[in-house]
């Protein structure tokens, strides 16, 4: 139960997200796609992230860390490939849309714990 309480306060994160980032060029067509778009990011995450990272830890040492937020607009632009009704226009609009998900989501799971 827990999980799927995660994976809608996470479609709601993506929603608010491409409502306030639409001028960016992120736009998601609903909420069913906003969940498939949560599960999707929740898994690239989980698989493919930690391999990157530890990939390029030399460089993210040299930039001081930033090259993390790089990673993460990484699989924003994958996960926008990859689900039909989601779309990431530019690179400051992904960034921007994994922030505002990450501040989001942990404002609505601190309010629902």
């Known amino acids: 139960m827990g999980l799927i309480i995660r994976i809608l306060i ?3 994160a993506v929603l608010i997200a491409s409502y306030v980032l639409r001028s960016f060029g ?3 067509d609903g909420f069913g796609t906003a969940v498939i778009v949560a599960i999707v990011l929740g898994l690239l995450n989980a698989v ?3 391999i990157l990272v530890v990939l390029t830890i030399p460089i993210t040492i040299l930039t001081l860390g930033l090259f993390y937020l ?8 994958l996960a926008a490939s990859l ?3 989601f779309r990431v226009d530019n690179f400051l609009g992904a960034l ?18």
Do not use: C, E, T, W
């Open 10 to 12: 996470s479609a709601v």
């Open 26 to 28: 992120v736009y998601v």
């Open 48 to 50: 493919l992230k930690p």
């Open 70 to 77: 790089v990673i993460n607009v990484l699989m924003v632009y």
């Open 83 to 85: 689900v039909g009704g």
């Open 96 to 113: 921007l849309f994994s922030v505002i998900v990450s501040v989001v989501s942990s404002i609505i799971g601190s309010i629902v714990d």
